[in-house]
């Protein structure tokens, strides 16, 4: 089992930046596929970007490629969510999710989540 701690959320004007982390704890880190999805209030929760185990091939959804950079490090058990040019729309608490089967843009493919940072993105 591994347990997941989203941070790095925050208030930021259109077109700025964050990095959001997830630090994990209990097993081995690196047998986990990682994946960030985001809910935005009233929508259902959306695959944002993924990360192979070993960290050597990612996958991002078409609304944040060339925008969003999903990277790990294994020997500090964490991974990052570096998003860049933001826009209103991305506005949502993201979360991070682990799953023990090969990365995936499907949800319901990931056992288990961390609580989510909210992000807030100003136009």
């Known amino acids: 089992q591994v347990q997941l701690v989203e941070s790095g959320g925050g208030l930021v004007p259109a077109g700025g930046s964050l990095r959001l982390s997830c630090a994990a704890s209990?097993?081995?880190?690196?047998?986990?596929?990682v994946g960030w999805f985001r809910q935005a209030p009233g929508n259902e929760r959306e695959f944002v970007a993924a990360i192979r185990r070993s960290g050597s091939s990612t996958y991002n959804a078409d609304s944040v490629k060339g925008r969003f950079t999903v990277s790990r490090e294994n020997a500090k058990n964490m991974v990052y969510l570096q998003m860049n040019s933001l826009k209103p729309e991305d506005t949502a608490v993201y979360y991070c999710?682990?799953?023990?089967?090969?990365?995936?843009?499907?949800?319901?493919?990931?056992?288990?989540w961390g609580q989510g940072t909210r992000v807030t993105v100003s136009s």
């Open positions: 209990g097993r081995t880190f690196s047998v986990y596929a």
């Open positions: 999710a682990a799953a023990q089967a090969s990365y995936s843009s499907l949800a319901n493919e990931y056992d288990y």
